[in-house]
Every structure is written in C-alpha cells, then in structure tokens.
C-alpha cells in the first residue's frame, strides 16, 4: 500500500526541518564565534537545493499545486502564498551559496560582510519555512484531501511513489536522509 500523497509530502517536512534547525544553530554559531563552517553550510545548500527545492518543492509545484489550482479557485489565493515562499527560501540559498567563497577570504572586512549575509540568510530560511510547512500540513494538506477524490490521491501518491522509485532516486533520497540527520545531530560548535 503506497502512503496518501500528503503523508509522503508530510515525511519529507521531518527532514526539512531538521536541517532548518541545524541552519539556525549554524547562525547562531556565526554570530558567536565568527567562523563558518563552510563543509555544513555547503551540505545545507546541497540540502535544500536537491532536496527540498529539487525533490520536493517540485513534486509540489508541478504535480500537486496545478492540481488544486484547477480544482478550485479559492486553492489558488493559498497556493501563489506558498509558491511566493518557495521563492524567497530560494534567494535566501542562492545568496549564502554566493557569499560562502568570500567567508574565509583574507581580506577582514570582506570576510565579515559574506559572514554577516551567511548568517543572515540562514536565520531568514529558518524563520520562514517552519511556517511554510506548517501551513502546508496545517492548510495544503486538508485541502489536497477535500478536494482530491480518494481515487486522484491514489493516483497522485503513485506519480511521487514513481519519481521516488526511478533510477539512482532511492539511494540519492538516502543520501540526504543521511544527511540531514548528521547535520542535526552534530550542532555547529
Ligand atoms: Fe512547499
Ligand atoms: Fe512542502
């Protein structure tokens, strides 16, 4: 038995947050310390580009959201709310992924700038996706099940189960369980 689509949906959220949780230690450990680790920041990007951007934001985007969208006007307002989200979490990575190069560089104030925009983006993401997945649990998902016949949930949660099962997915999918696991359980120091 293949799980609903909005539970396999629910699962990948568990891992988003663990590593949202270990970017929020990783700015608080910037500001304290003013060092980077560069190795977690790179693996946090890998992260949330390949994973949560590239694996889920877009079993969302180009399975699900179109779905509802044509369903029901209403689900429209909501999702343009979270596609906005999917964006801004997007240019919070793409501007820690630019600065990291100039975290050690050896010019002081260089290095302090890139520092301060790291940090500073890391805290934005861990602010704004706790409440993005909350309100896809909390709002997306009773929608997806109120609107979706049991049928077309079915056949959905067997599209994701499909991407999932595909060449090279489950080991990738390990890969960044794994990885978010470490990175949640070795809190930057
Ligand atoms: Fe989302
Ligand atoms: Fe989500």
Redesign the pocket.
């Known amino acids: 038995m293949i799980d609903s689509p909005t539970r396999q949906?629910a699962d990948?959220?568990e891992f988003?947050l663990l590593v949202v949780g270990a970017m929020e230690a990783e700015a608080a450990s910037i500001e304290r310390t003013g060092r980077v680790h560069t190795e977690r920041v790179m693996q946090m990007v890998d992260f949330t580009r390949n994973f949560t951007d590239g694996d889920?934001?877009t079993k969302?985007e180009d399975l699900l959201f179109p779905l509802l969208e044509e369903r029901s006007a209403s689900a429209g307002g909501t999702i343009s709310v979270?596609l906005s989200e999917h964006g801004a979490a997007r240019d919070c990575i793409r501007a820690i992924d630019t600065a990291l190069p100039d975290a050690d560089s050896a010019d002081p104030e260089r290095a302090a700038a890139a520092r301060a925009v790291i940090a500073e983006n890391l805290k934005l993401y861990a602010f704004l996706l706790p409440l993005?997945?909350g309100k896809?649990d909390t709002v997306?998902f009773p929608l997806t099940e109120e609107l979706l016949s049991d049928r077309e949930q079915e056949m959905l949660g067997e599209e994701f189960r499909r991407i999932a099962t595909s060449p090279g997915a489950a080991e990738t999918a390990e890969r960044y369980h794994r990885m978010a696991h470490d990175l949640a359980t070795a809190p930057a120091r």
């Open positions: 949906l990948e959220h988003v889920h934001h969302e979270l993005h997945v896809e997306l």
